[in-house]
């Protein structure tokens, strides 16, 4: 068998071009085009794309009511979007494997509870509790993270305890505890190599989703605070201009698409790869 | 079956209660006084004090949270600070949008997803399945929201065919298309794999081979057998657009609960919030319950379980 890594690279595959393409516009982007929330420009404001104002200067994706970029803006916000959205699938993920392990290594009553808690979370839209939670949160970019976290984590807690619960089954398990290794070894080597493949697929999915409810809480101004730009921010404030600036409203729907297709994209070539290696991907 | 229903509402009424209980704590913790952004700036202490003891927020905690929930037990959640209207006048006249909307987006997600699934089925891995699936793709990964404003930037702006917002029949359309698109194309793609499921069934090829024609096959066991999880879906999503149609309502303006919701937070009128919440949460359970029975009732399988 030649592994699956041989051939990875032979084709690349489309949905990991194009995040690499926007991870790298949203990292460097930043750097080469200045953003500055608070500057007014009357002299080049509702510039439809591809247009020039009085001074000659080139406006690639337009400008809004105050005559800042366009182009600036969706860059800057492509950055907070990404960060918000990969921090808080990283902290959901280790918030809901924590307690999922937690969960089905003990067994009992403490899962149980933990279980009801997870179904009861997870039978409500996940988007009303994401604004009820950021509607009582002083508007910043840590807790716009927390807040995402918290609507995601019972996904994976569930996940995590129904892959420990087959793994503590196994015989391995059942040597290592004879022999004597201490609980948080046995679990950290014999429990958790079992959810990596899993978590992967898993928080792939939950990344795509994020990404989706931030920029609605940043549409009903309860993201992140007015200063930093971000992609459902710039959506909201276009609603206002329909009539003479489609643009403002439509752009930054379309990278948020573009974002969103390349992780589903991505997510479902790493589920072959995974499954090609021999990996369990429910 | 009995001791089962019991059981259910049991749960559905802790829930209700934990959720009103965490609503009323966030409320409790969260910054921004209600009766400084009732009074304004120019308020005195002395006004602000008096405001506090009118609304009862000067009482300790726990007596707070005691008399809310014995209130909240009657449906009563006093009055709306912004408005002055009673809380529970002001949210259940939102109930009926909002319904009406749930329903009016899940039929039109049937109808979108039951054909095209099967057809995408029948189909299978050519280009009809092929686009609609690529289809489906796309409409989940595009925000909602956004959607409806390019909707809106289109049928209303561009064409003049539709209103953008408000509360009429006509106005109902454009949230309901932006609701129904992502719900259909979830159910699609599962009508579409439980049809490919079916089609292998034995008793299929036993109807094709007594030489039924494809149509009676497709209604009498496909239809028949693949409709049950979508319908289940269906329920659930129902319940979900109950409470999670909120950044649609907004985007909109149509009268629901949700729009209120959104607009309470914004003018951090408490009681409102604690209404609007409470009353979604009863709805999504209400919801959840019936879906579930209502299976147990049509899946014989589940009747003694």
């Not at chain 1, 809004?64 to 990283?90: C, F, N």
């Not at chain 1, 990278?255 to 589920?271: H, K, N, P, S």
């Not at chain 2, 065919?161 to 109902?172: D, E, F, I, M, T």
Request: net charge positive; charged share 10%; with cysteine.
């Amino acid at each position: 068998m030649t592994g699956p890594s041989s051939s990875l690279w032979r084709k690349p595959p489309l949905g990991v071009i194009m995040l690499i393409a926007m991870i790298l516009l949203a990292v460097i982007g930043p750097l080469v085009v200045a953003f500055n929330p608070a500057s007014v420009d009357t002299s080049s404001r509702l510039l439809a794309p591809f247009s020039y104002n009085r001074n000659g200067t080139f406006f690639l994706l337009g400008t809004d009511q105050l005559g800042r970029g366009m182009l600036e803006q969706i860059l800057h916000g492509a950055r907070i979007s990404l960060l918000i959205g990969v921090a808080a699938a990283l902290l959901a993920g280790l918030a809901g494997t924590l307690v999922g392990v937690t969960a089905g290594w003990l067994g009992g009553r403490s899962e149980t509870f933990i279980m009801r808690v997870a179904d009861v979370q997870l039978s409500f839209p996940s988007i009303l509790i994401a604004v009820f939670l950021a509607a009582f949160v002083p508007p910043s970019i840590l807790a716009v993270i927390a807040v995402l976290a918290i609507t995601r984590w019972a996904q994976i807690a569930r996940l995590a305890r129904a892959v420990t619960v087959k793994a503590r089954q196994q015989s391995y398990v059942e040597a290592a505890l004879t022999l004597g290794f201490p609980v948080p070894k046995v679990i950290w080597s014999c429990i958790l190599p079992n959810l990596v493949a899993p978590l992967i697929i898993v928080l792939t999915a939950e990344l795509s989703l994020i990404i989706l409810a931030e920029s609605a809480l940043g549409y009903l101004g309860l993201g992140t605070p007015p200063t930093v730009p971000s992609w459902g921010r710039i959506i909201a404030n276009g609603k206002n201009y329909l009539d003479n600036a489609w643009w403002i409203s439509t752009l930054p729907g379309l990278g948020i698409g573009f974002v969103v297709i390349a992780i589903g994209l991505t997510g479902d070539w790493m589920r072959r790869v995974l499954a090609r290696g021999g990996f369990e991907v429910n | 079956m009995w001791s089962y229903l019991a059981h259910r509402l049991f749960q559905a009424l802790v829930t209700t209660v934990v959720t009103a209980i965490a609503v009323f704590i966030m409320v409790r913790i969260a910054p921004g006084d209600p009766i400084e952004v009732l009074l304004g700036d120019m308020a005195s202490a002395d006004e602000i004090a008096r405001g506090r003891e009118a609304y009862g927020l000067d009482q300790p905690i726990l007596v707070q949270l005691g008399i809310y929930l014995m209130k909240a037990a009657t449906l009563d959640f006093g009055r709306s600070i912004t408005q002055g209207i009673p809380v529970h006048e002001l949210v259940l006249s939102r109930v009926g949008p909002s319904v009406l909307l749930g329903i009016v987006t899940i039929l039109l997600t049937i109808i979108i997803a039951i054909p095209l699934g099967i057809l995408c089925a029948l189909y299978r891995d050519r280009p009809v399945d092929k686009v609609t699936s690529g289809g489906a793709f796309v409409a989940l990964s595009l925000p909602d929201f956004w959607l409806g404003i390019v909707l809106i930037l289109v049928f209303a702006r561009q064409l003049h065919w539709l209103p953008s917002s408000g509360g009429s029949g006509l106005a109902l359309i454009l949230p309901a298309v932006t609701l129904a698109l992502p719900l259909a194309a979830v159910n699609l793609r599962l009508m579409r794999n439980e049809t490919i499921g079916v089609l292998k069934a034995p008793y299929v090829t036993l109807a094709r081979a007594r030489g039924l024609k494809l149509s009676d096959i497709l209604k009498r066991h496909v239809l028949r057998n693949a409709v049950i999880p979508v319908l289940t879906i269906g329920g659930v999503q129902f319940g979900h657009l109950l409470g999670g149609a909120a950044v649609i309502e907004s985007v909109f303006g149509w009268p629901g609960v949700g729009q209120l919701l959104i607009r309470s937070i914004a003018t951090r009128d408490y009681p409102v919030v604690q209404g609007c919440i409470i009353l979604m949460t009863v709805m999504v359970v209400v919801v959840n319950l019936l879906v579930d029975l209502a299976y147990r009732f049509i899946d014989p399988r589940f009747r003694s379980g």
